[in-house]
């Protein structure tokens, strides 16, 4: 029997940067409301001509170097994305171009918010079923491209950036489960309007109703961590970590009181970074890993949800 494990993780966050303080110039807000209601400080913003893929090498050389591979030793590339570069080829293989490979299967995974999460699960499925050692899965965003920075109740929360893991056959779990959902009956709710079917290109900024995606996002969480925890007959306290999407503090607050996780627990990175997207889980997962709060052995919790809807969480040895 094989099963999955992560091997390696990276993160990279571009060098612009936008602040509470810039945005207090740009729109009726200050810098308190922004912190209390979503619990970020920061995002990082893409240079003009700097890319999705851009961003996603930073964080795959990262995380094959964390897991002491090359990228010729690549068996599949996962990418996770809503702001592709182009509308084709996919970030991935744009990606696996600057890797300097070629001849493996490379592919965009498109789940928003929940899109690590559903590309993780992918490359857990091809390892598992034999057909893949490595696969490189990452998140990459650049939601400053797609982000309307005249609507106050919607620009706060969006950063750009990248984060990877490896995935690497072994004889123990690794991922141990899965848990994937979405319910496309909700689109007005979070959505980018244009695309090139509709022949409409123009509209390309998030639209969202801010109030009610928090309700159901408090909710639909609650269901699938009870869902994963039942799958694998364990308790909440054999738990070590939860690391979320980083979406909003207070949907993260309200999963670790459903599971009675001190907030010690819970990595928390979207003051750094805000929402981005398919890179929040890989960058927080990153970050804990690299200052050594996550430990090999270690028993991790991760969820999102994001426009679609979707949703889904892994559980996970480290
Ligand atoms: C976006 C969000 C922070 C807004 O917070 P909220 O408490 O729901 O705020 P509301 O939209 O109800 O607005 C409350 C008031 O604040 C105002 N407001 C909105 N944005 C503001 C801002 N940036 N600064 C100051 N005031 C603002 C509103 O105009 C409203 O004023 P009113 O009461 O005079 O009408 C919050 O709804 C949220 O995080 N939702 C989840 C979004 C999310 O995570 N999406 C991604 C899912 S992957």
Redesign the pocket.
Known sequence: MSFSRITGTGGYLPEGLLTNAD?EKM????DE??FD??GIRVRHIAAPGETTSDLALHASRQALDAAGLRAADLDMILVATTTPDQIFPSTACLLQAKLGVGGCPAFDLQA???GFVFALATADQFIRGGQCRHVLVVGAETLSRITDYTD??????WGDGAGAVILSRSDEPGVISTHLHADGAHRAL?EVPGGVSRNDVADTKIR???????RV?VNTLDQIVDETLAHNGISKSELDWLVP?Q??I??IQATAKKLAMSMDHVVVTMDTHG?T?AASIPLALDVAVRDGRIKPGELILTE????GFTWGAALIRM
Request: with cysteine; aromatic share 8%; charged share 15%.
């Open positions: 945005l729109i009726d807000t200050t409301w922004i209601r979503t928003v918010c929940s106050r109740g919607n620009c706060i929360l979070l969202m109703e801010g109030r009610a995606v928090f996002a999407h979406a909003n207070r949907i929402n997207s999102a949800f994001g426009g």
